[in-house]
C-alpha cells in the first residue's frame, strides 16, 4: 500500500492475555519505529529498529513487551499478560531514512483495550 | 530529562481567525522540532519541520517558529477553517534522546464555522 498499515486498528482484550500488533511500513523504508499514546496524552516512544536489528529498545516499558522485524520490512509488537494499564493507541511509524530527518510516516495506530 | 509543554491544551476560535499554539521545552540542545496535526483516530500527519539551526518554517498559512535560547517554538495558523479542527502536537530529537521523538501533550484546536 502507499502508507504505513496497522492492523487490527481496534483490539479488545481481557487482562492476562497476550497481543500481537502488527505493521507494515512503507516499502523501502529501512527504519521503524513503534511509539505508544495514552488518552490526552503525546505519544511515548518504545522501540526502534533500523533493518532487522532494534537499535533502541529503550522506551519498553517493562519484559511483557516485546517486538520483531526479522526480515527488515513487517514489524510485529507483541505484549504478554496483558494488564488494564496498557490500554493505548499503538502507533507505528517508518522512515526512508537511517538518522532522523522528520521524513516520518505514521500508521493510524491500533488501539488496544484491555478489560 | 527534557519536558516538552503544550499551551493551551485546548482552544476554541471562530472561523477566520489568526491563532497561536505554544510549545516549551526545557532542554535546548535540540537537533530538530516538527509540529504534527492528528485528526480523531487517525495517526500524525508532518506539517512542519525546523532544524535547530532555522528560526522559523512556512508552509501555506502555517508558520512555525524556533527560539532555542528561550526553549519556546510557536505555531501560527492564519485565517483559520473549520477544517483546521484537530489536535496539534510538538515533539522534538535532541542529543539526550537521539532519534526518538520526544511529544508534548497536543493542543486540542476548534474551529467554529
Known amino acids: 500500500g502507499a502508507g504505513v498499515s496497522q492492523t487490527p486498528s481496534n483490539k479488545v482484550t481481557e487482562k492476562g492475555k497476550y497481543v500481537e500488533l502488527r505493521c507494515d511500513p512503507i516499502?523501502?523504508?529501512?527504519?521503524l519505529y513503534w511509539y505508544r499514546q495514552s488518552l490526552g496524552q503525546g505519544p511515548e516512544f518504545l522501540i526502534y529498529?533500523?533493518?532487522?536489528?532494534?537499535?533502541?529498545d529503550s522506551g519498553l516499558p517493562n519484559d511483557r513487551f516485546f517486538a520483531v522485524r526479522p526480515e527488515g520490512s513487517v514489524s510485529t509488537l507483541k505484549i504478554q499478560r496483558t494488564e488494564r494499564g496498557d490500554s493505548a493507541v499503538y502507533l507505528c511509524?517508518?522512515?526512508?531514512?537511517?538518522?532522523?530527518?522528520?521524513?516520518?510516516?505514521f500508521g493510524e495506530g491500533s488501539r488496544l483495550t484491555v478489560l | 530529562k527534557q519536558e516538552v509543554t503544550q499551551i493551551p491544551a485546548a482552544l476554541s476560535v471562530p472561523e477566520g481567525e489568526n491563532l497561536v499554539l505554544n510549545c516549551s521545552f526545557t532542554?535546548?540542545?535540540?537537533?530538530?522540532l516538527q509540529w504534527f496535526r492528528q485528526d480523531p483516530g487517525k495517526g500524525l500527519t508532518s506539517l512542519l519541520l525546523?532544524?535547530?539551526?532555522?528560526r522559523e518554517q512556512t508552509s501555506g498559512r502555517l508558520n512555525a517558529s524556533l527560539d532555542k535560547s528561550s526553549g519556546r517554538s510557536t505555531l501560527y495558523i492564519a485565517a483559520s477553517q473549520p477544517g483546521d479542527s484537530a489536535t496539534y502536537l510538538c515533539?522534538?530529537?535532541?542529543?539526550?534522546?537521539?532519534?526518538?521523538?520526544?511529544f508534548g501533550a497536543g493542543t486540542i484546536l476548534r474551529v467554529k464555522s
Open positions: 515533539a522534538l530529537t535532541s542529543m539526550e534522546y537521539g532519534n526518538k521523538l520526544v
Open positions: 532542554d535546548s540542545a535540540i537537533y530538530n
Open positions: 529498529f533500523q533493518g532487522t536489528g532494534a537499535a533502541d
Open positions: 525546523i532544524q535547530s539551526s532555522q
Open positions: 516499502s523501502g523504508h529501512t527504519a
Open positions: 511509524a517508518s522512515s526512508p531514512r537511517t538518522g532522523y530527518s522528520g521524513e516520518l510516516f
